[in-house]
């Protein structure tokens, strides 16, 4: 059971560990809008040189007794303030999404805040509205992962 949780900035030695995360079949599944090939190294790589030489863009580790256990990240879209994030499925049920996202929102001063996640994503939705966050809608989008539209809630912490 992870005891403490903590975040940092994403360093080049953790992008190994938050690339396997990232292409867990289950995880993949669950998260649903994900990258055409979560598989791809190449395609990852360049996705994390774009989003960490992005200023707009805080993009952290997940650490969990002081070892990588996910990742998280404020962004803009369309100037709207957004939050994502990624956890290693080992320790799913153990807070640790939970306690990111409160840890990120004290970092992020900025509100409204928007999160988006697979309707059928329960656990996902779950933290989030502990978090705060509303559910404001519903949208249908494609979902890579799952290689067809699904549909999306779409969350808001004012």
Known sequence: MIREVALRGV???DLDTVFEFMRD???VWMAAFTAEDPGDREAFDAHMRRVR???EV???VILGD???VGSIARFVVDGDTEITYWVDRAVWGQGVAGRAVALLLELVPERPV???VAADNAASA???TRAGFQVVGTEVSYAAARGTEIEETVLLLS
């Open 11 to 13: 360093e080049d030695a």
């Open 25 to 27: 079949p289950e995880s």
């Open 53 to 55: 030489s992005n200023p």
């Open 58 to 60: 805080i993009n952290l």
């Open 66 to 68: 002081g070892r990588v």
């Open 114 to 116: 928007h999160a988006r």
């Open 126 to 128: 779950r933290v989030l």
